[in-house]
């Protein structure tokens, strides 16, 4: 398997490169250049890349090493100014097939990191929020799409994002191949109004089930490029509820990467613009989560108390993306608050209600509660039992090949640490040691 890249220094290393000791003598060139010393070593560099921030010196001679004046890393900020961080299109420039075709052509990243600073993020869920949807108007030449087509496709589509979890190895490639053919006709076709309305639908729905792909894949930037392009796709196509689908997708993204503020932000637009009360529950919940990681807990309770409200008052069926939400969801991520909010009684009882109601086809959905009750048991103290379920959670995780969920587990067991003698902890030590080897690894 590629090794992943992590951190945008890493990735910044890699498109000159060079080694954390490279790096290390060229910011010692620079600060001789200066007529300065640093003591930078390889050691340091590998502090860095595992989420500690450079000081200001250090900053300031990277800046030199990178060519970025450190005016514009000042301004930016740690790790937002390195090279490699890209600026999302606007909205209702005419770029939005230009977004979908970069998505497609950029599908295979192995970075883990967003290349998108969070003032970029902020802006796009700003203007999505701000202008106007535009109408998926008609392409002069090419040859005409045929309806009865797109209707095949739809239909197709349709049946593969449906499918559970385990079914995701064999659906991968053909909702690839589904979407690059939308955009070829996006491209290269004429349609009409009516027609490049429900292209443009049936892009965002497709760029937003791939984006959950790469995104459970720990491919963050290309998953990002999908929910961008979902998002341009939605605003052409006047669907202001699957854009805010696509938008919360970010938001969610942003909370696991630990960006709550970003998130809150960025659903707060979202929710401006999102009529189904089931979307907005969703959202609300989301947003909740979002309030608890910042310890707000007063918003994050309004919050979950309008979750709740909203999907137990509505009877209007809801858009395709988010059908799937039940009050299993509503259960467990209220539980994930409440750990957050330092409640883990509480929050285990929660979790264990929301587990129990899930269905089987949410295999990889099911990971991540189960980590979340594991870690709910470990705040409590119940040691054994939280190795136990953090056990069946990677397990799931390793079969369905969710690295990201593999990942949540890989960094739970570390604060098993101060209990080793307990048991279950040995095992779980080892289901995480043969996780991580080449053949037990995922994808």
């Known amino acids: ?3 992943l890249i992590r ?4 990735y910044a290393r890699a498109l000159r490169g060079w080694s954390q000791s490279d790096l290390a003598q060229q910011m010692r060139n620079a600060a001789r250049r200066r007529q300065l010393r640093a003591g930078t070593s390889r050691q340091r560099v590998s502090l860095w890349e595992k989420r500690v921030v450079p000081d200001e010196f250090s900053q300031m001679l990277l800046s030199d090493v990178f060519d970025i004046p450190y005016e514009q890393a000042t301004a930016l900020g740690w790790p937002h100014w390195l090279p490699g961080h890209e600026t999302p299109a606007s909205l209702g420039a005419g770029l939005t097939v230009a977004v979908l075709r970069k998505a497609v052509l950029m599908a295979v990243d192995r970075r883990t990191f967003l290349t998108v600073t969070p003032a970029a993020l902020g802006s796009l869920a700003l203007q999505w929020a701000t202008i106007e949807p535009a109408s998926a108007g008609g392409v002069a030449g090419g040859r005409p799409v045929d309806p009865a087509f797109v209707g095949r496709l739809e239909e197709s589509a349709q049946g593969l994002t449906s499918m559970s979890t385990a079914h995701r ?3 991968r490639p053909l909702l690839d191949g589904h979407l690059e ?3 070829n006709l996006l491209e290269h076709s004429s349609y009409n109004r009516a027609l490049g309305k429900r292209l443009h639908t049936l892009a965002s729905a497709l760029a937003q089930t791939v984006a959950w792909h ?3 894949q720990e491919h963050h930037a290309a998953a990002n490029r999908y929910w961008h392009a979902a998002v341009h796709s939605a605003h052409e196509a006047g669907n202001t509820d699957m854009g805010a689908g696509a938008l919360s997708d970010i938001a969610y993204q942003s909370i696991w990467l630990g960006r709550p503020r970003l998130a809150v932000d960025c659903l ?3 929710l401006s613009r999102t009529t189904n009360p089931t979307a907005r529950s969703l959202l609300s919940l989301r947003k909740a989560r979002a309030h608890a ?3 707000e807990a007063r918003d994050c309770y309004r919050e979950l108390a309008r979750a709740e409200r909203l999907l137990n008052s509505t009877t209007e069926e809801a858009p395709g993306w988010c059908a799937w939400m039940s009050p299993a969801d509503l259960a467990v991520d209220t539980g994930r608050c409440l750990i957050d909010l330092g409640r883990p009684r509480r929050a285990h009882d929660q979790i264990t209600q929301g587990v129990s109601l899930l269905p089987d086809a949410r295999d990889k959905t099911k990971a991540v509660f ?10 409590g103290g119940e040691v054994p039992q939280a190795a136990e379920l953090a056990r069946r959670s990677l397990a799931l995780a390793t079969q369905i090949g969710a690295s990201r969920c593999v990942q949540q587990i890989r960094e739970l067991s570390g604060r098993f640490s101060a209990y080793g003698s307990e048991h279950g902890v040995e095992l779980l030590r080892h289901d995480v040691a043969m996780a991580d080897s080449p053949r037990g690894g995922t994808s």
């Not at 951190?7 to 890493?10: E, Q, V, Y």
């Not at 189960?370 to 705040?379: H, P, R, T």
Request: glycine share 6%; aromatic share 6%.
């Open 181 to 183: 053919t939308v955009v």
């Open 7 to 10: 951190h945008p220094l890493a």
């Open 214 to 216: 790469r995104f459970d």
């Open 370 to 379: 189960l980590a979340y009750e594991a870690e709910s048991l470990l705040a």
């Open 1 to 3: 398997m590629d090794e």
């Open 293 to 295: 990681m910042l310890g």
């Open 169 to 171: 190895q064999h659906t």
């Open 268 to 270: 707060g637009h979202a």
